[in-house]
T-cell receptor, first 111, second 113 residues
Framework: DAKTTQPNSMESNEEEPVHLPCNHS???????IHWYRQLPSQGPEYVIH???SNVNNRMASLAIAEDRKSSTLILHRATLRDAAVYYC????????????FGAGTRLTVKP | DVKVTQSSRYLVKRTGEKVFLECVQD?????MFWYRQDPGLGLRLIYF???????EKGDIPEGYSVSREKKERFSLILESASTNQTSMYLC????????????FGPGTRLTVT
């Protein structure tokens, strides 16, 4: 399975943009890039996913490098509620079974 | 909103007891999953199910079994609980046509003493 590498932790100030990086140098052509986050004392929740093109939704933006070996989750304006562990996951579509969650990046948002 | 509920947030059981963890989803999803989450190990898949009465082993099925008699309900069973099964257990569900998005329950923190 292709592996992802994320920083263990990051800090941000409230109302500033946050760029969360993910390296996936062994990504295959059929792998989609997914981002989930886990708020304290909750189960993970889906944030966004993409294949090659940059993607936007109401929660975040996903910027994918041209060679697809890295991607960045962008929170345009961090709030205290965005403090969570963010997971970058590769998975082929249509996939069977699980999402393979790694250790993720713990984002702290300072007021 | 999709809702995945788990029967308990916290559970304490003794070694050797049979433990049932229940998960119910209200969105008519075909797929359901059981994970456990441990510090430093992330989420690991125990079992999943694609339909009623169907089940597939995940990465760590040993010591666990599952039951899916109805579409909305997926149960995880610890036949004889052991201390190394102390963990956070998370249930998830999704629809095959949008399998990029799994909906998770709040989790059950199980302590086996």
């Amino acid at each position: 399975d292709a592996k992802t590498t994320q920083p263990n932790s990051m800090e941000s100030n409230e109302e500033e943009p946050v760029h969360l990086p993910c390296n996936h140098s062994t990504i295959s052509g059929t792998d989609y890039i997914h981002w989930y986050r886990q708020l304290p004392s909750q189960g993970p929740e889906y944030v966004i996913h993409g294949l090659t093109s940059n993607v936007n939704n109401r929660m975040a933006s996903l910027a994918i490098a041209e060679d697809r070996k890295s991607s960045t989750l962008i929170l345009h304006r961090a709030t205290l509620r965005d403090a969570a562990v963010y997971y970058c996951i590769l998975r082929a579509h249509p996939g069977l079974g699980d999402m393979r969650f790694g250790a993720g990046t713990r984002l702290t948002v300072k007021p | 909103d999709v809702k995945v509920t788990q029967s308990s947030r916290y559970l304490v059981k003794r070694t050797g007891e049979k433990v049932f963890l229940e998960c119910v989803q209200d969105m008519d999803h075909e797929n359901m999953f059981w994970y456990r989450q441990d510090p430093g190990l992330g989420l690991r898949l125990i079992y999943f199910s694609y339909d009623v009465k169907m089940k597939e082993k995940g990465d760590i099925p040993e010591g666990y079994s599952v039951s899916r008699e109805k579409k909305e309900r997926f149960s995880l069973i610890l036949e004889s609980a052991s201390t190394n099964q102390t963990s956070m257990y998370l249930c998830a569900s999704n629809h095959p046509s949008s399998d990029y998005e799994q909906y998770f329950g709040p989790g059950t923190r199980l302590t086996v003493t």
